[in-house]
């Protein structure tokens, strides 16, 4: 692989970089009857990894245009999204505010200690704080002073960090190395499937929800398709197995949400799921994430043990990075 990475804040270097990401076919007796491939986005830049890159690129783009300084924005103690923004500040000449969810700790995690090195400056709220992210007065809420701030929501999943994901698609159209049938790929808020949704034509798009959600990634993710698309799509509903089926219109777009696969919850940790993710690692070599992509591929094998008569299905499974957080599960970084 060539070294390439995110120098610059431009459109055409991001693409350039995004164009070099590596697909690899997995090699191994994990899921039968499917060839699976995965594209490594943990791959696209040493430090600004995997989707949150893609979510930052216009956001970045966005706050420079309008000539702000300071970037704030919000998430848990091991957010992934968080680590981006510091390193991204850093590097694009942004100073970085991040609020975290949840009380001081008595000695920062490695997530937070690099944000801080990276020069991050970071302010706990209480989770009931916390729980205001989304509304327009969170920042004054928890004492900052927005002023020129450019804001970036929890994830950065907003319009323009889906964007972002939209662009990801286009460059899945142009660089897949195969035609694939299905693109598999985890969801936290939900903002990367459906950039995939609306950015991807003509591949089926499996979303792996990863933490207990409710319908509420459903319901985001609805919405932001239907504002992305323009389409209406109808009433979205789950059937009884926790396969969402999408209807009306959402099945056109070849959509489905797995919601069965969290292994108990954001964060959670089961014995089976490190031992899959071990068995993995072993045998197909790509290190992966703790809460997110360790359960996709987790969900992925199970469905192709189930479904042992759809053979030959060629699925792109998305490696959305995250791997710093690997640091707080004990797995080697
Ligand atoms: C944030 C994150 C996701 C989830 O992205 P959403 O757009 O919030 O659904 C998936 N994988 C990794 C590694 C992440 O850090």
């Not at 995690?109 to 690099?114: M, T």
């Not at 987790?298 to 189930?306: E, G, S």
Request: charge should be positive; charged fraction near 25%; aromatic fraction near 10%.
């Amino acid at each position: 692989m060539s070294p390439r990475f995110w120098d610059c804040l431009d459109l055409q270097a991001f693409t350039d970089a995004a164009c070099e990401v590596p697909y690899q076919q997995i090699k191994s007796g994990l899921f039968p009857g499917f060839d699976v491939w995965v594209r490594r986005d943990d791959l696209i830049d040493p430090i600004i990894s995997g989707n949150k890159a893609y979510k930052l690129l216009f956001n970045l783009i966005e706050a420079r245009d309008r000539g702000a300084e300071i970037l704030i924005t919000c998430g848990g103690a091991w957010s992934n999204h968080i680590h981006a923004v510091a390193a991204a500040g850093a590097r694009f000449g942004f100073r970085t505010v991040g609020v975290i969810r949840g009380e001081i700790p008595a000695i920062l995690n490695a997530n937070l200690q690099d944000a801080q090195r990276f020069g991050m400056k970071l302010k706990f709220v209480t989770r009931t704080q916390y729980r205001k992210r989304n509304q327009p007065d969170f920042l004054h809420e928890v004492g900052l002073e927005p002023g020129s701030a450019y804001f970036i929501p929890e994830g950065g999943s907003n319009l323009l960090g889906i964007k972002g994901v939209q662009l990801l698609g286009k460059v899945i159209e142009e660089t897949a190395p195969v035609a694939f049938d299905q693109m598999w790929v985890a969801c936290g808020t939900g903002a990367t499937f459906a950039g995939f949704s609306v950015g991807i034509r003509n591949i089926s798009v499996i979303g792996v929800e990863i933490l207990k959600a409710g319908d509420s990634i459903l319901k985001d993710a609805g919405l932001w398709i239907e504002r992305l698309s323009a389409t209406r799509l109808g009433h979205l509903e789950k059937d009884k197995s926790g396969t969402r089926l999408p209807l009306d219109r959402l099945s056109d777009l070849r959509l489905r949400l797995l919601s069965q696969y969290h292994c108990g919850g954001y964060g959670k940790y089961p014995k089976a799921l490190a031992d899959f993710q071990r068995e993995f690692e072993d045998q197909v070599n790509i290190p992966l994430d703790p809460i997110y992509t360790s359960k996709l591929f987790n969900a992925l094998k199970k469905i192709t043990a189930k479904d042992g008569e759809q053979r030959g299905v060629r699925a792109l499974a998305l490696h959305t990075g995250g791997l710093q957080g690997r640091r707080g599960y004990c797995l080697k970084s």
